[in-house]
């Protein structure tokens, strides 16, 4: 069976410099074509003689490293070319990686990526692979041979249970701490130390695969993760053609890179059930409670309850709620509309991860004319202490936390791109949150006024910081802007009275007033890209760095970077 790779990864950051291999002639000037075997052996091979073979086949696109990137392509099966910008030396060695990304530029750690959304009938578009580094003999015809290993791991899934056979798998999805999404492998050409995935939740999707009798004949899904990941027991969901069935599972996987791991998953197992539990009951109480406009209850048909009065617990069918996006639903009070679950008295929201289909975090508009404000989906809910977002969210709106005053825990998964304005204003008791590297902007005054934020990272690709972005955070003690920030809005550093180092990676064209407003800045050690002193323009910060002076303020210190 012929499979193609076609992932694509992120960027890595500096790697130890390794070159290349015998020259041929020049393909046209300024350019030189190597030329070298894969082995066949124990690359794209069966990892045991269930799972599914690999061959190479002619495209098939690599990253060949010398002291940069470049791209190779398999000519033909086994045979790879790589064409280079100058000449390589005798002696020097290379190594490679597969599949070919044009952000891998550069060597020391490359980030792979295990995509979240897999085909369940083969593992041929997720498992990423490096080679071992290789020493060319000069004066060979080829320049040598690539040894190449599997980085994943291969979840085997056997699907069964006898009251089940007449059903056939659509899905499934596992849900543990960092098992897909961009993950690094160190020192790539000898033995990889890999971190772990940014995203929690890998989809196998599968075409009917009939749902066996017995382990015997169990129907089969596969499933590749990012390797050494799972440190938690982590949850199967199963979704086939009547209905969707999970279940925690009973020890955590050892997951490692080439390894193949068979995962029994019996249907009739009391373990897997078609409900999950709200385990603060006061959110189930209101979906329980909910009524529409006309009245009626969306939800109480797909619910069920065990016990009475406060020691009621609430059940909620795990295929409804993947089906519900929650911005299709309001409260309707005497002085307008707002969205269902804000200014409520909850501590714990776990179980929203379920709700995949809200891939937003919206605001209501239609709020009446005694509010200013739009209202943001959790606004209010002053006892929200923690809470598990879905892994399918792209957006989190404007105020969408604001005022969760006891928020202390929040998961944002990596499928996040855009965080809203003031979308965590007055989460006083937040100290540290790990941003998506998808975002690109942070609103304006997202976190203002997070006054236990001790720790913030923020991802390389975002280029714009808001307004009061961190305006009244006392905690924060240091923060790097990224490369890609050009400007600082008004007051985002105002009352950020524990500063003590700042780090701009970028030159700063445009500067806001009052950016540092009742902030004493002889405390700081202030970090600039080397491009600040020759900015030009009418809105660039003026500098002094013998006086140590920039924007209007007198620093600690002032670092030119190299």
Same mark, same amino acid.
């Given at each position: 069976?012929?499979?193609?790779? +076609? ?11 390794? *070159? ?28 045991? @003689? ?23 392509? /398999? ?5 790879? $070319?790589? $064409?280079?910008?100058?000449?390589? #030396? ?18 020391? *750690? ?6 979240? %959304? ?27 041979? =690539? ?22 798998? $659509? ?21 990889? &130390? ?18 066996? #009798? #017995? ?35 009973? *020890? ?18 009391? #373990?897997?059930?078609?409900? =999950? ?9 209101? =979906? ?12 109480? %048909? ?5 016990? %009475? ?11 409804? &709620?993947?089906? /519900? ?12 509309? !707002? ?14 991860? !379920? ?42 709106? +404007? ?16 499928? /996040?791109?855009?965080?809203? %304005? ?47 972005? =961190? ?8 923060? @790097? ?77 002032? +670092?030119?970077?190299?």
């Amino acid at each position: 069976m012929r499979k193609i790779f +076609t992932l694509a990864s992120l960027a890595a950051a500096a790697m130890m410099l390794f *070159s290349c291999a015998k020259e041929t002639a020049p393909v046209q000037e300024g350019q030189y074509s190597y030329t070298f075997n894969i082995a066949t052996d124990n690359t794209k091979a069966v990892l045991n @003689e269930d799972a599914t073979a690999y061959e190479w086949v002619d495209n098939d696109a690599i990253n060949v490293y010398a002291s940069s990137s470049v791209k190779g392509t /398999v000519t033909s099966a086994g045979i790879a $070319t790589a $064409t280079f910008s100058s000449e390589l #030396s005798d002696g020097d060695k290379v190594y490679a990686t597969f599949p070919y990304s044009e952000c891998n530029s550069a060597t020391g *750690s490359v980030v792979f990526s295990i995509p979240a %959304e897999q085909d369940g009938a083969t593992i041929k578009d997720a498992m990423p692979m490096y080679s071992e580094a290789l020493e060319v003999e000069a004066g060979s015809d080829v320049s040598g041979t =690539f040894k190449m290993h599997n980085l994943g791991a291969v979840l085997k899934f056997q699907v069964y249970g006898t009251s089940h056979t007449s059903e056939t798998v $659509t899905s499934i999805t596992y849900a543990a701490e960092g098992i897909a999404g961009n993950f690094a492998s160190v020192d790539i050409t000898n033995s990889p &130390a890999l971190a772990e995935g940014d995203a929690d939740a890998v989809t196998a999707t599968a075409s009917s695969v009939a749902v066996g #009798s #017995s382990a015997d004949d169990a129907g089969i899904v596969y499933m590749v993760v990012a390797p050494a990941a799972a440190s938690t027991t982590g949850t199967i969901t199963v979704k086939t053609s009547v209905d969707t069935y999970t279940a925690t599972l009973p *020890s955590a996987l050892d997951l490692k890179a080439n390894d193949l791991v068979t995962v029994p998953l019996n249907l009739n197992n009391s #373990s897997f059930t078609k409900y =999950f539990t709200f385990a603060d009951p006061n959110v189930g109480a209101i =979906f329980w409670e909910y009524k529409d406009s006309e009245g009626n209850n969306s939800f109480q %048909e797909y619910m069920k309850t065990v016990g %009475e009065d406060d020691d009621k617990t609430y059940y909620m069918k795990y295929s409804f &709620a993947e089906d /519900v996006d929650l911005n299709n639903y309001t409260t309707e009070e005497e002085d307008g509309k !707002y969205p269902l679950l804000c200014f409520s008295d909850f501590e714990s929201f776990n179980e929203f991860r !379920y709700f995949i289909s809200t891939t937003s975090l919206s605001h209501t508009k239609d709020v009446g004319t005694n509010r200013n404000e739009d209202c943001g989906f959790f606004e209010f809910c002053e006892k929200l202490k923690n809470i598990i977002l879905p892994y399918t969210l792209t957006q989190i709106g +404007t105020n969408a936390f604001a005022h969760c005053t006891a928020l202390e825990s929040i998961k944002i998964p990596s499928s /996040v791109t855009t965080i809203g %304005e003031y979308a965590f204003f007055g989460c006083s008791a937040l100290k540290s949150i790990n941003l998506p590297t998808g975002i690109t902007s942070l609103g304006n005054g997202v976190f203002r006024e997070c006054k236990a934020l001790e720790s913030i990272k923020i991802p390389s690709n975002v280029t714009t910081i808001g307004e009061y972005a =961190f305006y009244g955070c006392t905690s924060l003690t240091s923060i @790097e802007i990224p490369s890609e920030v050009s400007s600082i809005g008004v007051r985002t550093f105002d009352k950020c009275t524990g500063l003590t180092s700042v780090i701009f990676k970028g030159v700063i064209n445009a500067w806001g007033s009052s950016v540092f407003l009742d902030v004493d800045t002889t405390n700081i050690d202030l970090t600039l890209a080397s491009g600040q002193s020759s900015a030009s323009g009418d809105k660039v910060p003026a500098l002094d760095v013998e006086n140590k002076t920039f924007g209007g303020y007198t620093f600690k210190s002032i +670092t030119i970077s190299e």
